[in-house]
């Protein structure tokens, strides 16, 4: 009995001892022998028939050779190495080796990391179980069901089934290209977060950012830092870009800019709308588009603008509140048109316009450049034309009929026809500015040229009934035609005027992408190898920065092949 009880206090001291310990690792091996004089402590493993097997804590290992150091629970595998974690991971190599205290392997030569959504080879790879991370630093390629990406330095978590990419990152799809310096990927859904400068290339398009996240099994994304989007002859730049390249559909918000580099066109404001595949532009809030033309640029400003059509074939459509500024001309209406085909420029509805001293409004006005040229070629309004020039000291002058007819030279009214029920109203002065009379004259027709953007020279046609009054004659109240309106106050004199008396606007807050996690040292905690260990310290340098030094692309050593002769 006395010796029954010592023996079952042995095997309790025993379990406790092996359960503080942990698992040792167990194998099995065709072949076994020892050589203290190579390999002290250590057991030589060898397949005959078997690969050498290996099992610790659900890990199981397979090889053609082994050193194994069974008293500190360690082993060097040599030769069509395998290791299996359930049915979750799988990696192959030429060399491993597996530390049972620490669970931490690290193998080289050929590595192929398999999981259920991607596989990952590189040339070495450390793992550490404890954490399920595996780490690599010598370049690797990780493939999914849709895409190749590669990358200097690599992360894995294997839990959140999350890569974390670092230096000459590149992801390569039949769709496109990602390129990034630092890039974290989700495998199971198959989503990117892009940090740093990045591009995303396809055949249509070319996305740039500095944030971004993109989905890469639907092919979309948004983007929150320095972001644009290149399609072709259209640049789209924003705060916030959301991109879906299969339907070439983009929305950006906040201090947006779309350049068209074939018309020398810039269009600004702060939500827009682009669809490549219909060649169509919308955008809101403040919106603001620049037209170059020759040495000068025509600006369009309004509640929304829309540019529809390809390359030479576009439209300009700006409603409520739309307003038209270039150096030499100004106006305003609730609408404005403008087709590059034609050279055609409409405003709609309440339509204003100035020219040198002249204000001139009508139903509807037409402005027609000449699409070579580009320059103002002629100017049409349509019902209830009114045209009016301030008098040089009082009063003004005025012409008014059904229909205004317009000439340019050199993007200055130089000649005016007015037809149907015409009325003018004009001030007469001499040399000396002297006011001699005013004039009231009706006819069929009036004809007017300018110089230098003064009335020159006035032409009566057919039914013409003229009367010149002496100023005190003329009574006040007589010195405007039916339905004038002065709106000097409106005048666009600046860029500026463009967007005067318009709402505030108070812009939406990005939210953006959150910063990229930083993550603890790979190595921390597993400083101390194994004195039977092939790495050295060096090669558990710190790696939380993911940064690699220029002049050290870190090939880790070459692991050196060791001899072990079977035979003895």
């Not at 812009?507 to 101390?528: A, M, N, V």
Request: charged share 30%; net charge negative; hydrophobic share 35%.
């Amino acid at each position: 009995m006395k010796y029954l009880l010592v023996l079952v206090y042995f095997l309790l001291f025993v379990n406790i001892s092996y359960s503080q310990h942990g698992k040792k690792i167990d194998y099995t091996s065709d072949r076994t022998r020892v050589d203290e004089a190579n390999f002290p402590g250590a057991f030589i493993l060898s397949k005959v028939n078997n690969q050498v097997y290996f099992l610790h804590d659900g890990i199981e290992v397979w090889c053609d050779r082994a050193i194994f150091y069974q008293t500190d629970d360690f082993f060097r595998a040599f030769g069509n190495v395998r290791m299996k974690q359930g049915d979750t991971v799988n990696m192959t190599s030429k060399y491993a080796e597996y530390n049972g205290n620490t669970q931490f392997a690290f193998a080289s030569e050929d590595v192929v990391l398999t999981t259920p959504s991607n596989r990952l080879t590189t040339d070495s790879l450390f793992f550490n179980r404890l954490k399920q991370e595996a780490f690599y630093r010598s370049g690797g390629v990780v493939k999914d069901s849709a895409s190749t990406i590669t990358s200097v330095v690599g992360r894995y978590f294997m839990n959140q089934e999350k890569f974390s990419f670092r230096k000459e990152v590149k992801v390569r799809n039949p769709e496109y290209d990602i390129d990034s310096d630092y890039l974290d990927f989700y495998s199971e859904k198959g989503h990117a977060y892009l940090y740093g400068p990045s591009t995303i290339t396809s055949e249509t398009s070319t996305v740039y950012c500095e944030r971004g996240f993109y989905d890469t099994r639907k092919d979309n994304g948004f983007f929150v830092k320095n972001s644009k989007i290149d399609y072709e002859n259209r640049l789209l730049e924003g705060d916030s870009i959301y991109f879906d390249r299969p339907t070439g559909f983009a929305s950006a918000t906040n201090n947006i800019k779309v350049t068209d580099t074939v018309n020398q066109s810039v269009i600004k404001g702060h939500y827009a709308e682009v669809f490549r595949m219909k060649d169509s532009l919308f955008i809101t809030k403040n919106p603001l588009a620049a037209i170059k033309q020759e040495q000068d640029s025509v600006f369009i400003a309004s509640d929304t603008l829309m540019v529809t059509g390809k390359t030479g074939n576009r439209d300009i459509r700006a409603f409520y509140d739309a307003r038209l500024y270039k150096s030499d001309l100004s106006g305003k209406a609730d609408s404005i048109h403008s087709s590059e085909a034609t050279g055609l420029t409409k405003l709609i509805r309440d339509p204003i316009l100035w020219s040198g001293g002249s204000q001139i409004t009508g139903d509807t006005i037409h402005l027609i450049s000449n699409t070579e040229t580009e320059q103002l070629d002629s100017l049409k309004v349509f019902y209830n034309a009114f045209m009016i020039q301030k008098d040089s000291i009082d009063g003004y002058n005025q012409i008014k009929g059904k229909e205004l007819f317009g000439l340019f030279k050199n993007n200055e009214i130089y000649e005016v026809n007015i037809i149907r029920n015409t009325e003018s109203l004009f001030f007469l002065r001499d040399d000396t500015s002297d006011l001699l009379g005013i004039n009231k004259s009706i006819s069929a027709k009036i004809k007017i040229l300018f110089e230098k953007q003064e009335i020159s020279d006035v032409y009566y046609y057919n039914e013409v009934d003229s009367q010149t009054h002496p100023s005190s004659m003329f009574p006040e109240n007589a010195r405007k035609l039916k339905d004038f309106s002065w709106r000097g106050d409106e005048r666009l004199t600046t860029k500026a005027d463009l967007f005067k008396g318009r709402d505030s606007l108070v812009l939406p807050k990005i939210r953006g992408l959150e910063d990229p996690e930083i993550y603890d040292d790979f190595f921390e905690g597993i400083r101390e190898l194994n004195s039977n260990s092939n790495l050295e310290k060096a090669d558990l340098k710190p790696s939380n920065t993911g940064k690699v030094p220029e002049d050290k692309k870190l090939p880790l050593r070459k692991i050196k092949a060791i001899k072990i002769d079977d035979e003895k």
